[in-house]
């Protein structure tokens, strides 16, 4: 069966500071993979996703980067973290375009 | 690209039928609508996903008019555990090789005992 994980799962930072998630998936080959964030009482916004290696298409422009180096591993990047920031960020997964995808246990970020 | 509408929060009783409508006025003709829901501190659970007409599975329907510009997720005798928030989700393609997915504000679902 496919898993998908997350980590840490909880991360204060202060404002300026690196950033790196990583989130890794199991039990499928090739799949798209989707970084999301969550601001407090919010929807979900996309804000990366990766159709194969190399392959990244960013939603939004801001200070936050993507990679995926190997074809199971998706990695979300900031070289100095801001305030706004802060959040709750989703890695997900999915087979193609409109297929369901399967989402992370998260990561609480926290930036102070 | 299309912009999604739902009711901020619903109120509902144990066993009642839940109806959350989701508006999609400017979905592509390729779009597919997707339904998920989201506990506090998880991530979305898939629900439910339809093109057209109505889809069923077991644990939910959703009815899509024939212009979708609206689809509404039909919950069946909720309990107490389907407090929750839904998102309705619209996605599909964009121009050549690219993917737009566009999730709604979410519909916080209370249910009472």
């Known amino acids: 069966s496919q898993t998908i994980h997350q980590w840490p799962a909880t991360l204060v930072q202060p404002v300026g500071s690196p950033l790196s998630l990583e989130c890794t998936v199991e039990?499928?080959?090739?799949?798209?993979l989707y970084w999301y964030r969550q601001a407090a009482g919010r929807g979900l916004q996309l804000l990366f996703y990766s159709v194969g290696i190399g392959q990244i298409s960013s939603e939004v422009p801001q200070n936050l980067s993507a990679s995926r180096p190997q074809d199971r591993q998706f990695i979300l990047s900031s070289k100095k973290l801001l305030l706004s920031d802060s959040g709750f960020y989703l890695c997900?997964?999915?087979?193609?375009?409109?297929?369901?995808?399967?989402f992370g246990p998260g990561t609480r970020l926290t930036v102070l | 690209l299309a912009k999604t509408t739902q009711p901020i929060s619903m109120d509902s009783y144990e066993g009642q039928e839940v109806n959350i409508t989701c508006s999609h006025n400017n979905i592509a003709t390729n779009d597919y609508i997707t339904w998920y829901q989201q506990f506090p501190s998880q991530g979305p659970r898939f629900i439910i996903q339809g093109y057209k007409t109505k889809v069923t599975n077991e644990v939910a329907s959703l009815f899509i008019p024939a212009d979708r510009k609206s689809s509404t997720l039909s919950l069946p005798r909720v309990s107490l555990s389907d407090t929750a928030v839904y998102y309705c989700?619209?996605?599909?393609?964009f121009g050549t090789g690219g993917f737009k997915t566009i999730f709604g504000a979410g519909t916080r679902l209370f249910v009472k005992a």
């Open positions: 989700l619209v996605e599909g393609a």
């Open positions: 997900a997964w999915g087979q193609g375009v409109g297929d369901e995808q399967f």
């Open positions: 039990g499928t080959s090739n799949p798209n």
